[in-house]
């Protein structure tokens, strides 16, 4: 299997190497040169396994025997067991045909669990047998930070910084990464937005030099394999609710569209997805795109759902490449004029075409409260901000033929208890693993929204530098 640039200008790779280039030199985003199919009969077969089977067998092909498959099943089936839940993602019922995935029983009780904990141990395995060692920078609007943090943490081979914004992530989501005591974890709160932490990740990724010096790599929702291991959702559920037989809707709360280009890649490969709705909320430039055929910056506004207050979602470009045909050349014309511009259109054709899969819908602050409450007045289920969303904008747009509704529900109420308190006057409680979290002690530095400022940084802290002085590996 060989990965392909969606900016077309560098050439095409395997699976290790895109595991560890993260962003393609190109600026662009790596994907498969082609899908893997899976038909009716192997869909059927699939029907049962248990999580970690499903996964092994679902993103195997991915791999193009990049590693030797007794290792990755071994990796993949210890990445499962250590999740809180038997079932790894429970499949709750919430109304007539409607469901709840549950994908926040991992360490740091959001979705993004599920892909980083395999990604780090993927990292840690490829690293060790090339004797290499990387420095992994991620920006994060709140959950993808402490996921990636718990992914890495202690690891020989990695230094790993995670730049958030300052004040704008919640306070559970700042003390799950700040209270890492690990010497290989270096959290950076950036004086700007995620969209400025974003930036701050592109420009060091740009330069070339600075690059290969540190050996800078990935995991934040551009990196190939964290798509791959959420396409296992989308198996997971439609499996057991009737697929290949029957079609499946999933609602999606939405921001870097990571987890929706997913369920996208999960109906490429074979499995009978009818609609992708994804929800946003007042950072809405998804919404209007799949509204208009145009993505138009606008500035972002905190909300009560922080891990989708994002402007630009990276993971677009991936579904862009293949409404343009895979031609990398237009990808780039399109993604310069969109830097220039602040805007990218597409054809009225390109949309209608896309708009047979995909439905959105934005909710407001106070929606997002009413949303909660009304599910929890119906059915005692607590809902964080971002899965209430989901439900909510998978209810606006669900039609009758589309099969059962899957919501995907991203993060634990605990993790946004304000918002929850506010919406149902129940304040939802810590699972016993952070139990003590607020009595932990916090450690990160404050910089500037500065490129050179975070160049030095990384340049000063990461162990291959500093790691002597300090007497760790
Ligand atoms: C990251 C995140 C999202 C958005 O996921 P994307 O893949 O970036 O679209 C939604 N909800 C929660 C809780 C998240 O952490």
Same mark, same amino acid.
């Given at each position: ?226 798509? =791959?291991?959420?396409? +296992?959702?989308?198996?997971? /559920? *439609?499996? $057991? @609710?009737?697929? #290949?037989?029957?079609?499946? %809707? ?99 054709? =390109?949309?209608?075409? +896309?708009?047979?899969?995909? /439905? *959105?819908? $934005? @909710?407001?602050? #106070?929606?997002?409260?009413? %949303? ?102």
């Amino acid at each position: 299997m060989n990965y392909v640039s969606t900016r077309g200008a560098v050439p095409a790779l395997g699976f290790d190497d895109v595991l560890l280039e993260g962003l393609a030199r190109d600026g662009g985003l790596y994907v498969p040169a082609e899908w893997p199919q899976l038909d009716s009969a192997a869909l059927r077969a699939l029907a049962g396994l248990d999580y970690a089977e499903l996964a092994l067998r679902v993103t195997w092909p991915f791999l193009g025997g990049a590693i030797a498959e007794d290792d990755y099943a071994e990796l993949v089936r210890d990445t499962y067991a250590a999740f809180d839940h038997p079932e790894v993602a429970p499949l709750v019922a919430l109304g007539r045909d409607e469901w709840l995935l549950e994908l926040f029983h991992g360490p740091t009780l959001a979705f993004k669990d599920y892909p980083l904990q395999l990604v780090g141990r993927l990292f840690d395995h490829v690293l060790r047998r090339r004797g290499q060692r990387i420095t992994i920078v991620g920006a994060t609007s709140g959950d993808t930070g402490s996921a990636a943090i718990e992914a890495c943490r202690d690891r020989a081979a990695m230094d790993i910084f995670i730049l958030h914004p300052k004040d704008r992530i919640s306070e559970v989501q700042r003390r799950q990464m700040t209270t890492v005591r690990s010497a290989n974890v270096h959290n950076v709160a950036i004086e700007g937005t995620f969209d400025d932490c974003q930036d701050l990740v592109k420009g060091l990724f740009a330069d070339a030099a600075f690059r290969d010096e540190v050996g800078l790599s990935a995991v934040n929702s551009i990196n190939w394999a964290r798509v =791959m291991a959420q396409t +296992v959702f989308y198996f997971w /559920a *439609a499996l $057991r @609710l009737g697929a #290949p037989d029957r079609p499946v %809707a999933f609602a999606v709360p939405t921001g870097n569209f990571g987890n929706a280009y997913a369920g996208y890649v999960a109906r490429q490969m074979g499995l009978p997805v009818s609609r992708l709705i994804v929800g946003t909320n007042q950072n809405d430039i998804l919404t209007r795109f799949f509204e208009t055929a145009a993505m138009e910056i606008r500035a972002v506004e905190p909300s009560l759902s922080p891990s989708m207050d994002i402007q630009v979602s990276s993971n677009f470009e991936r579904l862009l490449f293949d409404m343009v045909g895979r031609d990398g050349a237009r990808v780039a014309a399109l993604m310069k004029a969109f830097r220039d511009s602040g805007r990218l259109a597409v054809s009225g054709e =390109m949309l209608r075409q +896309v708009r047979q899969l995909f /439905a *959105a819908h $934005r @909710l407001s602050d #106070p929606e997002t409260l009413a %949303a909660i409450k009304r599910v929890y007045d119906d059915t005692g289920q607590l809902l964080d901000p971002h899965s209430a969303i989901g439900v909510a904008a998978g209810r606006a747009c669900r039609r009758p033929e589309d099969g059962p509704l899957v919501a995907l529900a991203t993060a634990h109420p605990a993790k946004f208890p304000d918002a929850v308190e506010r919406a149902t006057g129940v304040r939802p409680a810590l699972p016993a693993r952070l139990a003590d979290l607020y009595a932990r002690e916090e450690r990160y530095a404050v910089l500037p929204n500065d490129l050179g400022a975070v160049r030095a940084h990384v340049r000063q802290h990461r162990r291959a530098t500093a790691g002597k002085k300090r007497g760790v590996a």
